[in-house]
């Protein structure tokens, strides 16, 4: 009889044992009560957000790919396969073995789609620099995504840091991977056919990572908890063989299907690759390659260990497909094979330890939860400008903003990355979206992630719908179409009302932004139960898109390139201050609303900047977020070290407050700069598209200066401000 | 004339280098798997950067042992074309084809970026196309590139003008605050006494065509090939 204590410790309810009960008709075996703690986890069940994940768009401008383990889109004949993944726990726990293993599970959902890694970007967040623990957890986390992502030779291209008070005691982590592959080449997460055989490649199995989805992805942290042996180690080496010989072994044709073991390991790759296959798979646990001895079935079917995977094999082809991993210098061996029954059956030494139903352990129930908003958000949401008291001094406060961590340069962070290997980034790191070519055409594609989790805590559904937007808006600033859209929605405890109420409003806000860009949502992650003992975090769904550039040579950079350009600003600034960096760094307010998103203004100034990029206008384009105007024309000043350029502002819209217009983040606003003889050009391009145009004034000089009729709101150095921005990070 | 370029597990600049003699220098190149014995053919070998073995135990440490590397030293021997790129450059130290050793930058991090290298010796086959003491901006990516020798053999190399390349400024000037790692009197580069087999930290295949930033590298593969077709520098 197992008693409830037991399964209420591999995070498994009442009503959820019962149903395990009437599905097996009898008393689970320990293995099987194993089994299905990890599969119906939320990390891999997604039991509380697949009714709301149905929400999101499938289907959008380009054709789309939507795999068991990752999606894509197709172009040409090429298929373009991403996703983003959080590891948010094991880093809060061990920030670099759990980056790099969050890194190297993202890199083999997308090799084993088929398709070759060819860049990575990370959404990270983290709690105030001010704590030691957080220096720490920034120092980790950014040793262990350059250890893993070095050494296996995919690119770091881009993504983003923000730091937030929220995040003390639970770190954000997520890594999205991009792969290119023919796309009559790719391969699928199934087995089937019977007789085929099941082959194990890859590292050998160990303790580590042992209940790492049910316990700690599942879960929230609690005070003086000991996590760490439920993270996983990493092994890039291994990893990099593994991509090798596994695109090798899809070459071949021999391969059925082939599955990653990440999350819940055997058990997951067992179950999903029978059930999405329609079938059965009967596995001798005893052939399973082992780094310890004396495990447990139950501790061979949960552990984590990394770098290993399950491939169904071609029968009579097992010779050929073994030969290619042994090369590699990884073990390969037979396990089981493919059924009709649809039962996964798991023996040990012949002897049956578990026999269920794939379908039953990959169909995790799915649970309506409760929400309500926020009762404090109506008051939260209030902000009364007449007692926000205007700066004397509006350099210092730009200067302020270039230093605050979230809007310094991250070249710190980036340059301990290998950015440049497979030689095809051709806009590096720092500008708005990274651009990586694809060798053999003439396109390219541009990637960025976004998400301002303090306009989702205001206000979620707006946040999220800017989320999107300022995807698109990176993208095109660097010359790219967006495309598609994978996400990685981090929220608290989904059984909290309140964090469920934040979870739903964002999946709207994606959904209807998304569907207003024409760009599925392809792939994605789920991450719940991101609280410390103090508070959840922001909402923070972040979005990673891609987007394409029809002509890679005509990708576009931020900074500002010569003297004498003329300076463009696309879109309107408004008296908005709510949410924004400048409330919260200059005046400790954390209130008022998300900036206001009207999604045609966006597409006309996103249209206007891309056709201009297109006919090759356009010197340099960069978009107004964090800071407002100010520091987006002081990045695009300073943002080329080797090459900074000044600028001369003087024809804003002054019938605003000053601190507004300087540092509100209004939304849908794009900085041009251009030589003088194409401004007509741009000129009629706005027009046509009802984009909102208005020449701001002139590069050039050593200083950045904005002027409101004579008087001098901002007049700094370059050089002055170039070390503010540059010196913020590392925190000592 | 043909190239090889050599691949040992965990090297991940091969890709690179293959694409850059076969698209953008035009020659015909082949694989080398590390276990392969057999160059014949082979006029010039690369070995490009990555992390053979995982540089797990010391960076090249493990590579230098690879069936191949025997090939690879009589293939020197005998007055072959050897270039070796970043972890290539750690493996030909470890195999002691060329001298000194590497050791961690003095940051302790990983770094990548452009950097810019002063031609110290253009009378070689590896830059008879550079004109003397020109600057050329390359990428680096690496751990370990922190240059060492002890005094006699610096002033061996020095002797020798076995000092190929040095990071400096954008303008020449070469000095500590120029020194991205902490490498021995700048060094970047360094040749064999015989002049037929190059280290080199900085990745020249990153910097070979214009959409990458830079097309100095290119200088390098140049002059090689014009080596390989001419036999005079």
Redesign the interface.
């Known amino acids: 009889m197992i008693k409830p204590d037991v399964y209420h410790s591999l995070g498994l309810s009442d009503e959820e044992y019962k149903n395990i009960l009437r599905i097996l008709k009898r008393e689970p075996t320990p293995t099987e009560l194993a089994m299905f703690s990890v599969e119906w986890s939320e990390h891999c069940g997604y039991l509380c957000s697949r009714k709301w994940l149905k929400l999101l768009p499938k289907t959008g401008k380009y054709k789309t790919l939507i795999g068991e383990d990752s999606g894509g889109i197709i172009i040409d004949d090429l298929a373009i396969v991403f996703k983003m993944e959080s590891h948010n726990h094991p880093s809060q726990v061990e920030p670099k073995q759990g980056a790099a293993t969050g890194v190297g599970g993202i890199i083999r959902d997308i090799f084993t789609a088929g398709a070759r890694p060819i860049a990575l970007l990370d959404s990270l967040r983290f709690g105030p620099l001010s704590q030691a623990y957080n220096r720490y957890l920034l120092a980790g986390v950014v040793d262990g995504i350059?250890f893993y992502g070095?050494?296996?030779?995919v690119p770091t291209v881009g993504g983003e840091i923000y730091f937030d008070e929220s995040y003390s005691g639970n770190c954000l982590v997520n890594a999205m991977c991009i792969g290119i592959a023919k796309k009559n080449e790719l391969s699928q997460a199934r087995a089937f056919g019977i007789g085929n055989s099941i082959m194990y490649v890859g590292s050998s199995t160990g303790r580590d990572g042992i209940g790492g989805c049910s316990i700690l992805a599942s879960n929230e942290f609690k005070e003086g908890e000991e996590k760490r042996p439920t993270v996983q180690i990493g092994?890039?080496?291994?990893e990099?063989?593994l991509i090798e010989a596994t695109l090798e072994a899809i070459n071949t044709g021999y391969v059925v299907g082939i599955k990653d073991m990440g999350a819940a390991g055997l058990t997951c790759c067992t179950s999903e690759m029978a059930s999405a296959g329609n079938s059965g798979m009967d596995v001798e646990i005893q052939a399973v390659p082992r780094r310890e001895e004396n495990m447990e079935p139950w501790e061979v079917m949960m552990s984590e260990s990394q770098e290993r995977m399950l491939v169904c094999v071609k029968n009579g082809k097992e010779r050929q497909v073994r030969e290619i991993f042994l090369k590699?210098?990884l073990n390969a061996s037979v396990i089981g094979h493919v059924t009709d029954d649809g039962l996964v059956t798991i023996r040990d030494n012949g002897k049956v330890v578990a026999s269920i139903k794939a379908h039953s352990l990959t169909k995790a129930p799915i649970y309506d939860m409760p929400s309500a908003k926020p009762k404090r958000l109506k008051e939260l949401n209030k902000l009364r400008l007449g007692r926000i008291p205007k700066p004397a001094d509006y350099n210092e406060v730009l200067l302020k903003l270039l230093r605050a961590p979230s809007i310094a340069n991250k070249?710190w962070v980036?340059?301990?990355?290998?950015?440049?290997?497979?030689?095809n980034?051709?806009v590096?790191p720092g500008s708005d979206a990274a651009v990586i070519?694809l060798?053999g055409t003439n396109k390219a594609i541009a990637a960025t992630t976004d998400c301002n989790s303090r306009y989702c805590f205001l206000n979620p559904y707006r946040g999220a719908e800017i989320a999107v937007a300022e995807a698109a808006r990176n993208l095109v600033c660097s010359g790219g179409r967006p495309a598609a859209v994978t996400d990685c929605l981090n929220f608290g405890n989904p059984e909290k009302p309140e964090s469920f109420w934040y979870f739903k409003n964002c999946v709207e806000g994606i959904r209807d932004a998304c569907k207003s860009f024409k760009v599925a949502v392809v792939s994605g992650n789920v991450s719940f139960y991101n609280e410390s003992p103090k508070s959840a975090i922001n909402p923070t769904p972040a979005i990673g898109m891609i987007g394409i550039l029809n002509d890679?040579?005509k990708a576009c950079s931020q900074n500002f390139k010569q003297d004498g350009d003329v300076i463009i600003l696309l879109g309107r600034c408004g008296e908005e201050l709510g949410a924004s960096e400048y409330l919260k760094e200059i005046h400790h307010l954390t209130r008022g609303d998300a900036p206001k998103l009207d999604l045609k203004l966006e597409k006309a100034v996103q249209d206007t900047t891309l056709e201009a990029i297109e006919k090759g206008l356009v010197n340099s384009a960069h978009d107004c977020s964090e800071g407002g105007l100010a520091v987006a024309l002081a990045e695009c000043c300073i943002s080329n070290e080797?090459n900074m350029v000044g600028a001369v502002i003087n024809n804003l819209n002054y019938d605003i407050r000053e601190d507004a217009l300087l540092f509100g983040e209004s939304q849908s606003r794009i900085i041009l700069s251009c030589n003088s003889r194409s401004v007509k050009e741009i000129d009629k391009i706005a027009k046509r598209n009802k984009a909102p145009y208005r020449i701001i004034g002139l590069t050039g000089g050593i200083e950045f200066r904005i002027l409101s009729g004579k008087k001098e709101l901002i007049n700094l150095r370059l050089e002055n401000l170039s070390k503010e921005w540059r010196g913020s990070l590392p925190a000592k | 004339m043909k190239f090889g370029v050599v691949v040992f597990p965990g090297s991940n600049c091969d890709q690179d280098c293959f694409y850059v003699v076969k698209d953008v220098l035009k020659k015909p190149v082949k694989y080398v798997w590390h276990k392969d014995a057999n160059l014949s053919g082979l006029d010039c070998v690369i070995l490009p950067g990555g992390f053979s073995y995982g540089d797990y135990l010391r960076t090249g440490a493990v590579a230098r042992f690879s069936p191949v590397m025997k090939h690879i030293a009589d293939f020197a021997g005998k007055g072959g074309t050897v270039i070796g790129i970043c972890n290539g450059f750690q493996i030909l130290l470890e195999a002691g084809l060329l001298p000194g050793v590497m050791l961690r930058n003095r940051g302790l991090h990983f770094i990548c970026k452009h950097v810019y290298v002063k031609t110290d010796n253009n009378r070689t086959r590896f830059t008879s196309l550079c004109n003397a003491g020109q600057i050329l901006k390359i990428p680096i990516a690496h751990n370990e590139g922190n240059y060492y020798i002890d005094p006699a053999g610096l002033e061996e190399l020095r002797d020798n003008e076995q000092v190929v390349f040095r990071y400096c400024s954008a303008r020449g000037e070469i000095s500590d605050r120029y020194n991205p790692n902490g490498a021995l009197d700048n060094i970047a580069g360094i040749i064999n006494k015989k002049g037929n087999v190059l280290g080199i930290m900085p990745h020249p295949e990153r910097s070979s065509e214009d959409s990458l930033g830079s097309r100095d590298g290119h200088l390098i593969f140049k002059s090689m090939v014009n080596w390989l077709e001419t036999k005079r520098l």
């Open positions: 350059q070095n050494c296996v030779g092994d890039p080496f291994t990099k063989c590699w210098g070249a980036y340059e301990q990355y290998d950015h440049m290997v497979q030689t980034t051709v590096l070519r060798k890679a040579n080797a």
